[in-house]
């Protein structure tokens, strides 16, 4: 929200002497997040006046039209006669009044003017654009034109306003009410100690019979619609310089009188309104939801297909306006531009300034993607009772810079409605700063804010219709604390109560991540919201678990409006992106929450803030949000090892994601397995299945490997890229947590190398689990350091693994017979397991 500093001292008598950014100060120290103070004009220097202009010459022979045009400036260049100047623009005619600045100022951007030859001609100053002088964007992209009875030789710095302060606040979502003026004015008044003159104060005449007819269908959309009418608008009306000055400086366009006196009144008092040209609506205007299939087209030409959700202004014909979205093209107020290109000026307007429920208007203005100035403000909460005022400060305008005339008729429909009211301890917010405010400062804050207060230590508050954020006794102790001053609150370090520190769980993610970063990985965080065609993409079975989403009911992106059930479809677009930048060696890792959703959906109760939450009510929370187990996930793509002096690089393969999931097991010190596996999105024939043993049965907790080469091109990814995703918390739940120092043993070790000869189907880990249960409790290790597979030498379909083992007694120096006994068993093991059989 843009707020001029010269609006703003409308309604609040700042101090001469304070600034913009005197004002910044205060309003943060408020709570508003002021970001910016633009200083318009700082550079700017006269001589700038208001000229008329007496004549043009047409200069021939040039690339584009040129004009030499001799320009009555009055007295500003201290001669009286006529100023001679060279001017491209073409949207101006002799008699008009411009904008003038003569040899000696300064414009925007340190801009120095003097007098210049050129195209043939000395020009002794320049007629200037509204960009020129940084007024922004007026919709002409031309020389400024000013009203016929504007004085030449007026200082035009003065007159177009050029010189402000314009504070820049990034309005919260909570915070609707300062999307206007009144808003930030009342902020601002409240920060100051100072009286503040309400714009929306206005005698308003009550509703009558005569009004426009309005017919509501449904109140829960729409619960006040007012309705005035405005007659006999000139046609030659324009808006004045100071109403298109104050829309500029808030960053709108002019349009035309009708149209920039609804914004400009939206942008004082923060309530949206809409004119509709009479002539051109058909009936009683009603509000109602959509018939599926209907459509509308809006103002911006666009032809809309409406929801049922959808919340439509209509009249006899059908819908002619999205409800706090956007006006219908069919409805469209038509200006003198219109009339001077053969059709015909807008003279009777009825003005609509309603209010719409909050939910419906976010929804539709996302589902259409057409966020507009009204919907922001509806969205955010707008001041139900501000309507009628805003209405009428509508018609006052339209009347005054018009020349219409308002009707006596005046509609107004509002459903029952009784104030807000909140009964709060009068210490509360004591309690929740840790700060002893008192009774009177609270009451004295409340009040300040708009509330209503009565009582004594039980204080019963009534909300102001324009602070909709105000909801329960929390939101009213942050209004005591952000008015008192944040700044002042003490500094004071919580006490944890002894003997507790990290969980298991979150050493174990800690321990998990300092490994994968140390072998390589670098740590990326994804959003965890997902859109549903990823699982295609995925190559998942339609009956896949992981298809099974928990959906957001208001989702940051309508793409994406499910909680992720896997950690892939996040790295692999991060592996994505930053492979289309130009770093094409990559691995990437991220552990964080998956989310199922639980067979019984329950809804989670309100915690309490006034205490530690029970275990009972921690249990009900907990019973109502879905499973959210933790897993671990890496992704590779180019070179895993570079290429240098010191030898050869590799490219990353299905062992090295492999390799990862091994990585994690050792931090969780669980044992895990390795075998062949396929699954979704993984090549089958180089993906493998990653298990641990619960209770004797195995337990499939994730895959790894090369992925599928259909992914790779659905997804857009390098070739050979390879993946792995293990769910932490089970190799948690098997896992010890309690570290094991080795054992350091004085006694030599006994190394014994076995070449064994198996079928190619045969996983190498059920022959060194083989080996390792029949080499007994001697075996320290075991290490798998060749494969073959000549079919000449070994046979067809067969190949050979050779491990190397090495043996150690806790108590003795191991003699050769031991060590090969034991070895010997472990052959013998492999031999009646999988077939195994020593090579010769």
């Excluded at 003038?100 to 002794?124: C, E, N």
């Excluded at 309104?273 to 058909?282: E, P």
């Excluded at 991060?574 to 060696?585: K, P, S, V």
Aim: hydrophobic share 40%.
């Amino acid at each position: 929200m843009r707020v001029p500093l010269s609006w703003l001292r409308e309604y609040v008598d700042l101090p001469a002497t304070e600034t913009g950014r005197d004002v910044q100060a205060k309003l943060i120290s408020a709570g508003l997040e002021v970001e910016t103070v633009e200083h318009l004009g700082a550079d700017l220097k006269g001589p700038l006046v208001v000229g008329q202009v007496l004549t043009i010459e047409e200069l021939e022979g040039f690339k584009k039209p040129i004009r030499f045009c001799t320009v009555n400036v009055g007295q500003a260049n201290g001669t009286g006669e006529p100023q001679e100047i060279v001017c491209g623009a073409r949207n101006f005619a002799v008699g008009d009044k411009v904008v003038v600045v003569l040899p000696g100022a300064t414009l925007p951007g340190g801009f120095s003017i003097s007098a210049r030859k050129t195209y043939g001609k000395t020009s002794h100053g320049m007629i200037c654009s509204s960009d020129e002088l940084g007024m922004g964007d007026d919709g002409t992209h031309g020389i400024i034109v000013l009203p016929p009875a504007t004085e030449v030789g007026k200082d035009a710095i003065e007159l177009l306003e050029l010189v402000d302060e314009v504070l820049d606040i990034a309005v919260t979502a909570n915070r609707g009410d300062c999307l206007s003026i009144r808003g930030v004015a009342r902020e601002t008044a409240i920060a100051y100690g100072l009286p503040l003159r309400d714009p929306a104060l206005l005698d308003v005449p009550g509703p009558n019979a005569y009004g426009y007819p309005v017919k509501i269908a449904d109140p829960t959309g729409c619960d006040r619609f007012t309705a005035r009418t405005v007659t006999g608008l000139s046609a030659e009306a324009r808006s004045p310089i100071w109403l298109q000055r104050r829309l500029q400086k808030v960053g709108m366009r002019p349009i035309s009188l009708a149209v920039d006196v609804t914004n400009y009144v939206m942008m004082e008092l923060g309530q949206p309104l809409h004119a509709y040209d009479r002539s051109l609506v058909q009936g009683t205007i009603g509000v109602r939801r959509a018939q599926e299939g209907e459509k509308i087209v809006t103002l911006d030409g666009t032809e809309r297909k409406l929801h049922a959700e959808d919340l439509v202004i209509t009249d006899d014909r059908g819908p002619i306006g999205l409800a706090g979205v956007m006006g219908g093209a069919n409805t469209e107020i038509a200006d003198h531009d219109a009339a001077e290109n053969g059709g015909n000026a807008t003279s009777d307007v009825v003005i609509e300034a309603a209010h719409f429920d909050q939910v419906s208007i976010a929804r539709t203005a996302r589902r259409h993607k057409l966020s507009s100035e009204a919907s922001r403000r509806f969205e955010r909460g707008v001041d139900p009772q501000a309507a009628a005022a805003a209405a009428q400060r509508t018609v006052d305008l339209l009347v005054l810079l018009a020349g219409g005339t308002a009707e006596a008729g005046v509609t107004e429909i509002s459903a029952p409605s009784a104030p807000h009211t909140i009964s709060v301890p009068a210490d509360h917010p004591d309690k929740v700063a840790g700060v002893e405010y008192g009774r009177e400062t609270v009451v004295r804050r409340l009040q300040e804010v708009g509330c209503d207060v009565y009582g004594q230590d039980e204080l019963i508050v009534t909300v102001p219709s324009w602070r909709p954020d105000l909801d329960d006794i929390n939101d009213l102790a942050e209004e005591v604390i952000r008015l008192e001053g944040y700044e002042n609150l003490p500094s004071t370090l919580p006490r944890p109560p002894a003997g507790r520190g990290l969980t298991s769980r979150q050493r174990l993610h800690r321990r998990v991540g300092r490994a994968l970063a140390g072998a390589g990985y670098v740590e990326a965080l994804n959003y965890p919201f997902v859109g549903e065609q990823v699982f295609d993409q995925l190559g998942l079975d339609a009956d896949d678990p992981a298809r099974r989403v928990v959906r957001l009911v208001n989702p940051l992106s309508d793409e994406e409006p499910a909680l992720r059930t896997s950690l892939l479809p996040g790295l692999l677009a991060a592996l994505r992106r930053n492979d289309g930048r130009g770093a094409h060696d990559l691995a990437l890792f991220e552990t964080g929450l998956v989310f199922h959703p639980r067979d019984e959906q329950r809804v989670a109760a309100d915690l309490p803030v006034d205490r530690r939450p029970s275990e009972d009510d921690l249990a009900a929370l907990d019973a109502a949000l879905p499973d959210q187990p933790r897993h671990v996930a890496v992704v590779l793509a180019g070179a895993r090892e570079q290429a240098g002096w010191w030898g050869k690089g590799r490219p990353a393969d299905w062992a090295d994601a492999v390799e990862s999931a091994r990585t994690v097991a050792r931090e969780a010190r669980a044992e895990l397995g390795v075998r062949k596996g396929q699954y979704g999105p993984w090549h089958p024939g180089r993906c493998a299945e990653l298990f641990v043993t619960v209770d004797g049965e195995e337990r499939v907790v994730g895959h790894a490997g090369e992925l599928h080469p259909r992914v790779l091109k659905t997804l857009g990814l390098p070739a050979r890229t390879c993946a792995m995703e293990l769910d932490l918390d089970a190799l948690e739940r098997v896992g010890d947590d309690i570290p094991q120092a080795p054992g350091i043993s004085t006694f030599p070790v006994a190394t014994q190398d076995v070449a064994l000869v198996v079928d190619a189907f045969v996983p190498a880990s059920e022959v060194e689990a083989a080996l390792r249960e029949g080499a007994g409790e001697l075996l320290e290790s075991i290490r798998l350091f060749d494969v073959y597979d000549n079919a000449e030498q070994l046979g067809e379909g067969r190949k050979s693994l050779a491990y190397a083992l090495r043996f150690r007694a806790k108590d003795r120096t191991l003699t050769v017979d031991e060590a090969s006994a034991a070895r010997d068993a472990a052959v013998a093991l492999a031999g009646e397991r999988v077939g195994a059989v020593l090579r010769s």
